[in-house]
């Protein structure tokens, strides 16, 4: 089967770094991107991944290893918006979506 | 631009009733997705269109739901005798496919079923 891994809940304080895993297990590989999105409202594109390596955005940035099946987000300086739901996503054989669970951050003052 | 927009926002429905949610895509948009969500998941890939073809239906999805894109702008989603179960929030997303791989989806902010 196809799946995405990825943790349900991660706390940070704001100001610091926090890092977002994902793991993928998926009938082919056409990229890995990241949606963030708020209590109540869309998906948003975030990023997105073909080859490995670091790609970065302002405060985002994301890593992609192919040969491990893996990848995160990275957010640096966090600010109390940044709260939200972070998923991941890959692009499988057929060209479609298989989204992750989601990862719920939460940030303190 | 407006973005993608979804109508209504949300429906209450009694069970065994059909319902249906329309979608309006960025204009420029030639690809229009429609997902399934609930609490604590990921979007779930319902169906999906380049223009006015229907190019792919998830297995998954029962034949109660049916979907239309005429004329390749705005689409429907119609669900026939609905089921608890079918409580969920249904996202429409659009893209501008000039690329199978690193293709940006951008979403409407859903409807909201709830069948009683």
């Known amino acids: 089967g196809q799946s995405l891994e990825q943790p349900s809940e991660v706390t940070a304080v704001e100001g610091a770094i926090v890092q977002i895993n994902c793991t993928y297990q998926t009938s082919g590989f056409y990229g890995l991107s990241w949606y963030q999105q708020h209590d109540g409202g869309a998906p948003t594109f975030l990023s997105y991944n073909a080859l490995d390596g670091l790609e970065e955005t302002g405060r985002f940035s994301s890593f992609l290893s192919r040969s491990d099946s893996y990848g995160y987000l990275l957010l640096q300086e966090l600010q109390m918006k940044d709260s939200a739901s972070y998923f991941c996503a890959v692009r499988d054989s057929n060209y479609q979506l298989i989204w992750g669970a989601g990862t719920k951050l939460i940030i303190k003052p | 631009d407006t973005g993608v927009s979804q109508d209504p926002r949300h429906k209450i429905t009694k069970r065994g009733q059909n319902v249906t949610f329309r979608c309006d895509p960025i204009?420029?948009?030639?690809?229009l997705y429609w997902y399934r969500q609930t609490l604590g998941q990921g979007p779930e890939f319902l169906t999906y269109?380049?223009?006015?073809?229907?190019?792919?239906k998830s297995r998954l999805l029962s034949d109660r739901f049916s979907a239309e894109r005429p004329k390749g702008s705005f689409s429907t989603l119609e669900i026939q005798r609905t089921e608890q179960g079918d409580s969920a929030m249904y996202l429409c997303a659009s893209s501008f496919g000039d690329s199978d791989y690193n293709e940006k989806l951008f979403f409407g902010s859903g409807t909201q079923l709830s069948v009683l």
């Open positions: 269109f380049q223009n006015e073809a229907q190019l792919e």
């Open positions: 204009s420029e948009h030639n690809r």
